[in-house]
């Protein structure tokens, strides 16, 4: 799939705004709408995108998030609390990711310090959805559901 573009004067440079990558949940039907990758770009609205086991994500930021004192980033999930979660990796090109060693959790916002994985900056972040890709229900999403990625700077 090519990659999803917001006009950069939209989207403040603290959020993610590129959809880099995207590989859905295999086995889901690609016309629903939290199957849409551009739901996790910009600012936190409630829109989301599910990241099941299969699927991943790599979202690209206009501006490089660097490294500063405490945390760099937070991952924005808005799914029940503590039922999902995401594997997240940080990348300075798009090609080589460092994975946290701590996921993202479902229901909170998830922070991530760059210098965790020996980053001093980054412009893409990867998550892998890690839970089951069937929904508990015909009203579910499932997996991670992906509200936005947001920089501290």
Known sequence: MGA???????????YASVVD???PTPGLNTDEPFMNPERALGPPDGRTVALAR?????????????????????????????????????SSNGERFHVFEHTAIAGRA???DLAEVGLEEASFIRLLGLDASIPASSTDDPGFDLDAVEAFQ
Do not use: K, N
């Open 4 to 14: 999803f573009a917001c006009v950069p004067e939209e989207i403040p440079d603290r």
């Open 54 to 90: 299969g699927s991943a994500l790599v979202l690209r930021f206009f501006q490089p998030i660097h490294d500063v004192e405490g945390a760099d980033l937070s991952v924005l999930e808005v799914g029940p609390l503590d039922e999902a979660s995401a594997v997240v990796a940080a």
């Open 21 to 23: 990558l995207y590989l």
């Open 110 to 112: 998830s922070l991530f």
